[in-house]
């Protein structure tokens, strides 16, 4: 996998190894294994996490886990921490919305403020699945 994965990177998006990227990364399955490849193809890279204070000490434990991961990485890392609920209650919009405007938001300044060129985002089927539905 992880050479089928560096040959992917080398053919379609080589700017990679050259530009300032962020991922962004929640501490769950997909993002980190994305973060693990990356790091096995030698791309730099720093991290944006965001803590949307929903599931308690949980969202807790996903934000320290990122950033003992930025450390073990030597990459920077981003933290946005949101009252998401709050949030969504003051826009009338789902917790789900709210969570999606707010990150999408925070990703944008981040990389402005930070000079990114590209910021990374790991999705699997089920997210691409749930995209759609939004879409739709």
Known sequence: MLEAFQTH???EFPELFTASIAIA????????????????????????HCNFNLRGIESDDDQRFVEKLAQDFDCN?????????????????SIQ???????????????????????????HLEDQLETFLINL
């Open 9 to 11: 990177i080398n053919k």
């Open 77 to 93: 890392v981003h933290i946005k921490s949101f009252q998401t609920e709050a949030y969504a209650l003051e826009k009338s919009i």
């Open 25 to 48: 990364i929640s501490g769950g399955k997909d993002s980190t294994v994305l973060a693990h490849l990356l790091r096995h193809c030698k791309i730099k890279f720093d991290f944006i």
């Open 97 to 123: 919305m709210a969570a999606r405007e707010l990150r999408y938001d925070a990703f944008d300044q981040i990389a402005v403020e930070n000079n990114y060129d590209t910021i990374l985002t790991a999705h």
